[in-house]
T-cell receptor, first 111, second 112 residues
Framework: DADVTQTPRNRITKTGKRIMLECSQT?????MYWYRQDPGLGLQLIYY???????NKGEISDGYSVSRQAQAKFSLSLESAIPNQTALYFC??????????FGEGSRLTVL | QKEVEQDPGPLSVPEGAIVSLNCTYS??????FMWYRQYSRKGPELLMY????GNKEDGRFTAQVDKSSKYISLFIRDSQPSDSATYLC????????????FGTGTRLQVFP
């Protein structure tokens, strides 16, 4: 099994719809992250979490929310998707020492 | 001005060439420097991690940090087609290690 699993891998939706991206891990790391990747902008941090009761905003949290349902699960929600949220989303895990382990990404298209 | 600047490429080189990938940064607070490699349709994976000025070598890869010039480099010797990927630099501040600042990535193509 992969260390970090993201579902779905691809999703096409319409403006205004609610979308949830899910992430689970098998490495037992406390820290989990959601990043967004856009061409020319690199990876931008949306939210990160140290444990189920500790959620922190990243650089671009507006329009997004997260839930840490368990130590191994961290989901990202778009309550009302808009076209400029079309991007590649990555979940990552880490120990806080700099190395992040990324999932394979969830490609979201908002029409 | 972005905190981290990286030329997007693409950089196209023949197999066996020495590749030099670079990032510049503006924030002198950055203390930890990383290079991630991202293959197409995959997540980034850590390639090199350094926390001081100077060179760090790992096989065909050498990471170089020049804090006085705010400049970091990744050198790839004897490049292979399997090195074709996007290379992202990333940096950390010592007091907020959870917020990595990534460069935009340089796409490298190594042709046989």
């Amino acid at each position: 099994d992969a260390d970090v699993t993201q579902t779905p891998r691809n999703r096409i939706t319409k403006t205004g719809k609610r979308i949830m991206l899910e992430c689970s891990q098998t490495k037992g790391h406390d820290r989990m992250y959601w990043y967004r990747q856009d061409p020319g902008l690199g990876l931008q941090l949306i939210y990160y979490s140290f444990d189920v009761k500790d959620i922190n905003k990243g650089e671009i949290s507006d329009g997004y929310s997260v839930s840490r349902q368990a130590q191994a699960k961290f989901s990202l929600s778009l309550e009302s998707a808009i076209p400029n949220q079309t991007a590649l989303y990555f979940c990552a895990i880490g120990s806080g020492a700099g190395e992040l382990f990324f999932g394979e990404g969830s490609r979201l298209t908002v029409l | 001005q972005k905190e981290v600047e990286q030329d997007p490429g693409p950089l196209s080189v023949p197999e066996g060439a020495i590749v030099s990938l670079n990032c510049t940064y503006s924030n002198s607070a950055f203390q930890y420097f990383m290079w991630y490699r991202q293959y197409s349709r995959k997540g980034p994976e850590l390639l090199m991690y350094t926390y001081s000025s100077g060179n760090k070598e790992d096989g065909r890869f050498t990471a170089q940090v020049d804090k006085s010039s705010k400049y970091i480099s990744l050198f790839i010797r004897d490049s292979q087609p399997s090195d074709s990927a996007t290379y992202l630099c990333a940096m950390q501040r010592p007091y907020n290690t959870d917020k990595l600042i990534f460069g935009t990535g340089t796409r490298l193509q190594v042709f046989p």
